[in-house]
């Protein structure tokens, strides 16, 4: 029988070895490098059985040296394997419940030759006194040393052992390139140890090194690691930021008459923070490359008349502006407002959706490739037979939602712009975001991009008291909406699910709707939920919107972009099942008028640990960056810019709470070595990233 054997980047293995290597992500000699212990087990030392024995329960594992005095098979409750070993201070007995043929011959040969095995395990009071049960073991010969280092146990999967996978990155670490790329006076003056010194002590640290500081990461060694993690980070966002203005884009000049005429016909005045963002964009438009900015702000503090500014922008230098939301009632709240301050200045406003007519889809494809001016949609926008004149800029909100491969297909529709034919400008680019970004988290994840804040809430607005009330009240919050509808005001009501789960044990919104129907008698109650279809929401919508519905039982549909100031009231059902971010933006449909609001977070007993935290910051705090500070420190990076990561090198040992401290020093020294060093900037991708690097700069 052949063995096939394939070379890993230097390194033979058999195919099946590289595949259990690949679904580690270990492809090469860097990967293996940079695959760092999870944990460590000391053989430094051996010990005696009396000694193992005097120490405290759950102590941890030991490791001792003995010789094997009787094995046998035994079945009381199950078949074992059963070993009797001894060393000159006493007795422990060896359980195995799974076990091999073998294995018993391996412990009878080592009886019979009175040879030593070394074992490695917790102990543990069984039937029989002291035992050990699976402890990992091996015949030794007599006076064999004791390793030097720590034993690393790595991250691993099926069928790939910690003895294979410690030889290959002993292997690597043997032949990898681990030269030194940043200055070394730098490093000392951070209390960063060279980098070749940081992974050996990592993958073989001495016994003496505290085991604390190596398992809270906190040991100089791994802030070394973690700062070049997300120093390639960095690299890789920042060289994509500047790759891209290198790429030509239509100048939008600065706006004229039609941005004006819209200032001046609104019946509110801009904020400061939205008069100093509009100016950012305005700039950027004008450049020659492509814009790529995510403007982000709280609930409420007026992006959607920003990007509407931009758009005029767009339209009164002769170019079409795109509007994509991720959801059909977000994306049609955006159009009927566009539509509204917009038209009676003469602009050209489509609506596209997925639930349009055949044939009205058919015509607002027409008007995208011919006359409309701002085309307003959902994942419409980006399909294949949608196709625009001249697009110079692209808007995406709550861009979080959307893929990475989806926000690249509407720059790609501006790059096939005029006459259908591919050209090389992309259009500008306005991503936004209801959901606050830490400024930690900014930096990292969003270091590609130009970030703009709107840091200010519009006059008048008043907060939001969050009341949290047990589910055995409900009885209460039911006559608290009667009470709101009877002096002229309008209630939400949010559930987290449209049908009965067994596992859940939720109330639905179906069971709501009509249990609320039967209290809430001589009151008009609507129902508005995902699984609708579009011109039944859209009705629904608007009858709430026109003060025709008292009050909306709804489920997460109604999270963004809904807008009714008389609504003064929100319960939210089951709030302990929503994530913070969801809470924030659901309370935020409220407080949008004159009057004050009141959201009642609805929960149920008894709560969780995590869900208690959860709604005390929510109770707490009105301020969503502060709201999402929490947040990230709660879920991680991770679940928190969701499917950007998609295109965003992930961290695997930096904690952008625990080290934010490295977040600023490694995006000054990712522009340093760009501007001064861009060969030790590649050479840094290629280690850390490698291949990868090719997907990031699409």
Same mark, same amino acid.
């Given at each position: 029988?052949?063995?096939?054997?394939?070379?890993?980047?230097?390194?033979?293995?058999?195919?099946?070895?590289?595949?259990?290597?690949?679904?580690?992500?270990? =492809?090469?000699?860097?990967?293996?490098?940079?695959?760092?212990?999870? $944990?460590?087990?000391?053989?430094?030392?051996?010990?005696?059985?009396?000694?193992?024995?005097?120490?405290?329960?759950?102590?941890?594992?030991?490791?001792?040296?003995?010789?094997?005095?009787?094995?046998?098979?035994?079945?009381?409750?199950?078949?074992?394997?059963?070993?009797?070993?001894?060393?000159?201070?006493?007795?422990?007995?060896?359980?195995?419940?799974?076990?091999?043929?073998?294995?018993?011959?391996?412990?009878?040969?080592?009886?019979?030759?009175?040879?030593?095995?070394?074992?490695?395990?917790?102990?543990?009071?069984?039937?029989?006194?002291?035992?050990?049960?699976?402890? $990992?073991?091996?015949?030794?010969?007599?006076?064999?040393?004791?390793?030097?280092?720590? #034993?690393?146990?790595?991250? #691993?999967?099926?069928?790939?052992?910690?003895?294979?996978?410690? =030889?290959?990155?002993?292997?690597?670490?043997?032949?990898?390139?681990?030269?030194?790329?940043?200055?070394?006076?730098?490093?000392?003056?951070?209390?960063?140890?060279?980098?070749?010194?940081?992974?050996?002590?990592?993958?073989?640290?001495?016994?003496?090194?505290?085991?604390?500081?190596? /398992?809270?990461?906190?040991?100089?060694?791994?802030?070394?690691?973690?700062?070049?993690?997300?120093?390639?980070?960095?690299?890789?966002?920042? $060289?994509?930021?500047?790759?891209?203005?290198?790429?030509?884009?239509?100048?939008?000049?600065?706006?004229?008459?039609?941005?004006?005429?819209?200032?001046?016909?609104?019946?509110?005045?801009?904020?400061?923070?939205?008069?100093?963002? *509009?100016?950012e964009i305005t700039g950027d438009l004008a450049q020659p490359y492509p814009m790529q900015r995510l403007l982000q702000g709280d609930v409420g503090s007026g992006k959607t008349i920003v990007a509407a500014l931009a758009a005029c922008q767009a339209i009164e230098a002769g170019f079409q502006a795109a509007f994509m939301a991720p959801t059909e009632i977000l994306a049609e709240q955006h159009y009927l407002k566009l539509r509204a301050w917009l038209e009676p200045l003469g602009v050209k406003v489509i609506w596209l959706s997925g639930s349009q007519k055949k044939?009205? =889809?058919?015509?607002?494809?027409?008007?995208?490739?011919?006359?409309?001016?701002?085309?307003?949609?959902?994942?419409?926008?980006?399909?294949?037979?949608?196709?625009?004149?001249?697009?110079?800029?692209?808007?995406?909100?709550?861009?979080?939602?959307?893929?990475?491969?989806?926000?690249?297909?509407?720059?790609?529709?501006?790059?096939?712009?005029?006459?259908?034919?591919?050209?090389?400008?992309?259009?500008?680019?306005?991503?936004?975001?209801?959901?606050?970004?830490?400024?930690?988290?900014?930096?990292?994840?969003?270091?590609?991009?130009?970030?703009?804040?709107?840091?200010?809430?519009?006059?008048?607005?008043?907060?939001?008291? #969050? $009341?949290?009330?047990?589910?055995?009240?409900?009885?209460?919050? &039911?006559?608290?909406?009667?009470?709101?509808?009877?002096?002229?005001?309008?209630?939400?009501?949010?559930?987290?699910?449209?049908?009965?789960?067994?596992?859940? /044990?939720?109330?639905?919104?179906?069971?709501?709707?009509?249990?609320?129907?039967?209290?809430?008698?001589?009151?008009?109650?609507?129902?508005?939920?995902?699984? /609708?279809?579009?011109?039944?929401?859209?009705? *629904?919508?608007?009858?709430?919107?026109?003060?025709? &519905?008292?009050?909306?039982?709804? #489920? *997460?549909?109604?999270?963004?972009?809904?807008?009714?100031?008389?609504?003064?009231?929100?319960?939210?059902?089951?709030?302990?099942?929503?994530?913070?971010?969801?809470?924030?933006?659901?309370?935020?449909?409220?407080?949008?008028?004159?009057?004050?609001?009141?959201?009642?977070?609805?929960?149920?007993?008894?709560l969780s640990m995590t869900a208690r935290e959860r709604l005390k910051i929510i109770f707490e705090n009105t301020d969503g960056f502060e709201i999402a500070r929490q947040d990230l420190r709660l879920r991680g990076p991770g679940e928190f810019v969701g499917s950007r990561q998609s295109g965003v090198p992930l961290l695997r040992y930096a904690d952008l709470e625990a080290d934010a401290d490295l977040v600023e020093p490694a995006r000054e020294m990712a522009e340093r070595l760009l501007r001064e060093a861009p060969e030790r900037a590649e050479h840094h991708l290629?280690?850390?990233?490698?291949?990868?690097?090719?997907?990031?700069?699409?």
């Open positions: 029988m052949t063995r096939v054997v394939t070379v890993v980047d230097g390194i033979a293995a058999p195919s099946a070895l590289k595949a259990r290597l690949g679904k580690l992500g270990l =492809k090469c000699k860097n990967d293996l490098v940079l695959h760092l212990p999870l $944990r460590y087990e000391d053989e430094t030392q051996v010990i005696t059985i009396a000694t193992a024995g005097s120490l405290e329960e759950n102590s941890g594992p030991v490791q001792l040296e003995v010789q094997v005095q009787e094995v046998s098979v035994q079945f009381r409750p199950r078949r074992q394997l059963v070993a009797r070993v001894a060393d000159e201070s006493g007795e422990l007995t060896l359980r195995f419940l799974n076990f091999y043929g073998s294995q018993i011959r391996q412990f009878e040969r080592a009886r019979d030759e009175r040879q030593k095995l070394r074992v490695f395990g917790e102990i543990r009071q069984g039937f029989l006194g002291a035992e050990m049960v699976h402890p $990992r073991y091996r015949l030794i010969r007599e006076g064999e040393s004791l390793p030097e280092a720590l #034993t690393p146990i790595y991250p #691993t999967t099926t069928g790939l052992s910690q003895s294979i996978l410690r =030889k290959h990155i002993a292997a690597a670490l043997a032949e990898a390139d681990l030269e030194e790329l940043l200055e070394e006076a730098w490093c000392r003056e951070r209390g960063f140890p060279p980098f070749d010194g940081a992974l050996r002590l990592l993958h073989a640290p001495p016994p003496d090194v505290p085991e604390s500081a190596l /398992q809270s990461r906190r040991h100089p060694a791994w802030r070394r690691i973690k700062f070049d993690e997300l120093l390639a980070q960095q690299l890789s966002l920042r $060289r994509s930021y500047l790759s891209r203005r290198q790429r030509g884009a239509p100048r939008i000049t600065p706006p004229g008459v039609l941005s004006r005429q819209l200032r001046e016909s609104l019946p509110f005045s801009l904020t400061a923070a939205q008069r100093r963002v *509009t100016a044939a009205d =889809k058919l015509a607002s494809r027409r008007q995208a490739a011919n006359t409309a001016q701002l085309v307003v949609g959902t994942h419409a926008l980006i399909q294949e037979q949608v196709d625009f004149a001249r697009l110079g800029l692209a808007i995406v909100d709550e861009q979080h939602r959307f893929g990475v491969a989806q926000r690249l297909e509407l720059r790609r529709k501006g790059e096939k712009s005029e006459k259908g034919e591919k050209g090389t400008q992309p259009p500008h680019q306005l991503m936004m975001s209801a959901t606050p970004i830490p400024r930690t988290l900014a930096m990292s994840y969003y270091a590609d991009l130009d970030v703009s804040v709107l840091d200010e809430l519009p006059p008048g607005r008043l907060p939001v008291r #969050t $009341r949290l009330v047990s589910d055995a009240r409900r009885d209460e919050v &039911i006559e608290r909406i009667r009470g709101a509808v009877g002096v002229g005001r309008q209630s939400y009501w949010v559930c987290p699910l449209i049908e009965e789960s067994e596992k859940l /044990q939720l109330q639905t919104a179906l069971e709501t709707h009509a249990l609320l129907s039967q209290e809430l008698t001589g009151l008009r109650v609507g129902l508005v939920h995902g699984r /609708q279809k579009a011109a039944e929401k859209a009705a *629904t919508m608007a009858a709430f919107v026109a003060g025709e &519905i008292d009050v909306l039982v709804a #489920t *997460t549909v109604i999270e963004v972009g809904v807008d009714v100031p008389n609504a003064s009231l929100m319960v939210i059902e089951h709030a302990e099942r929503f994530g913070l971010s969801q809470l924030h933006q659901l309370r935020g449909r409220v407080g949008r008028g004159q009057e004050s609001s009141v959201c009642v977070l609805l929960y149920q007993s008894p290629t280690r850390w990233l490698g291949s990868r690097e090719e997907l990031l700069k699409a």
